[in-house]
């Protein structure tokens, strides 16, 4: 079957880094996306990883291992405003995305 | 604004009821998707369209239909509500349907309650 798996809270210190982990077993795969949902609003694209190795945009880094089924995101400098949900998805072999549970970020001060 | 417009915001309705959801997308996207969002779980698909005038079934299409007629417009319909479809229900879009880098927009949401 179709598996997500990543941690369902984190918290970490405004300025600090955090690593979000997220391991996948799909049917097929297209690709890997991250998604951040804040509290009662709409998800919105992060980053998308098709090929092993690491993406980096801003403060924002992912990475992919095909290979071992698995993928993080890297946040750098954390402010409150990263306070959110973070959703992993791979994307299966019919182009459907498989979506995670989603990771809780708390920024404390 | 270009996006996606999702009606109503929030509902309340009595089990048995006849409910549309409606979304409509002004970005000229071809793919469209119907997601419901559970506590402690991941987006789930109901229903999504590749193109106007086809249709096809998520992971747990039971219960609600939808129909595409047109580009812009996916509505979606539960025909007589019962009270495990409540939950928060999300349209999205995006250019292309079967294709990898797949970017999709989500509208604002819709919290429908089933009583």
């Known amino acids: 079957g179709q598996n997500i798996d990543q941690p369902t809270e984190m918290t970490a210190t405004e300025g600090a880094i955090v690593q979000i982990n997220c391991t996948y077993q799909?049917?097929?795969?297209?690709?890997l996306f991250w998604y951040q949902q804040h509290a009662g609003e709409a998800p919105t694209f992060l980053s998308y990883n098709v090929l092993d190795g690491l993406e980096e945009k801003g403060r924002f880094s992912s990475f992919l291992s095909r290979s071992k089924g698995y993928s993080y995101l890297l946040l750098k400098e954390l402010q409150m405003k990263d306070s959110a949900s973070y959703l992993c998805?791979?994307?299966?072999?019919?182009?459907?995305?498989?979506w995670g549970a989603g990771t809780k970020l708390i920024i404390k001060p | 604004i270009a996006g996606i417009t999702q009606a109503p915001t929030s509902q309340i309705l009595a089990a048995g009821r006849r409910m549309t959801l409606r979304c409509t997308q002004d970005m000229r996207h071809n793919a469209m998707y119907w997601y419901r969002q559970d506590l402690g779980l991941g987006l789930r698909l109901i229903h999504y369209?590749?193109?106007?005038?086809?249709?096809g079934k998520g992971e747990v299409p039971d219960g609600y239909s939808v129909s595409r007629a047109n580009t812009d417009d996916f509505p979606l319909t539960l025909a007589s509500a019962v009270p495990s479809q409540t939950s928060v229900y999300f349209c999205?879009?995006?250019?292309?349907?079967?294709?990898?880098?797949?970017?999709?927009?989500f509208g604002a949401g819709s919290r429908l309650t089933v009583l």
């Open positions: 799909t049917s097929g795969f297209n690709g």
């Open positions: 998805a791979p994307m299966d072999s019919n182009y459907q995305l498989i």
């Open positions: 999205a879009s995006s250019a292309e349907g079967d294709y990898g880098a797949n970017v999709l927009t």
């Open positions: 369209s590749n193109t106007a005038g086809t249709t």
